[in-house]
Nanobody, 122 residues
């Protein structure tokens, strides 16, 4: 059983940065992990994903070049570094984990966290 806990969200001005963390209670060494977000009144959308080894990453076009996903398997933690934030990035951010990378990317991962709120003011 894996439990995921996101942290690092908050209120930031446009142009600012935040780093989100996704800490796993169980070992996720062999799991792919992804970040998703859901803004009020909108469907959840994919943000970024990383393979278990960290050797491959994938980003939504809307965040490419601004967000960076990384992981520290020794700490059972995956990060999402976000820079150049804009109000359109305001959402609840969730992390998800699954043994299958494609499953994570498609948003059907087995394990999900409760989310952390990111609010970007203009």
């Amino acid at each position: 059983q894996v439990q995921l806990v996101e942290s690092g969200g908050g209120l930031v001005q446009a142009g600012g940065s935040l780093r989100l963390s996704c800490a796993a209670s169980g070992r996720i060494l062999s799991y792919a992990v992804g970040w998703f977000r859901q803004a009020p009144g909108k469907e959840r959308e994919f943000v970024a994903a990383i393979t278990w080894s960290g050797s491959s990453t994938y980003y939504a076009d809307s965040v490419k070049g601004r967000f960076t996903i990384s992981r520290d398997n020794a700490k059972n933690t995956v990060y999402l570094q976000m820079i150049s934030l804009n109000p359109e990035d305001t959402a609840v951010y969730y992390c998800a984990a699954d043994p299958q990378y494609s499953t994570v990317v498609y948003g059907t991962g087995k394990y999900w966290g409760q989310g952390t709120q990111v609010t970007v003011s203009s």
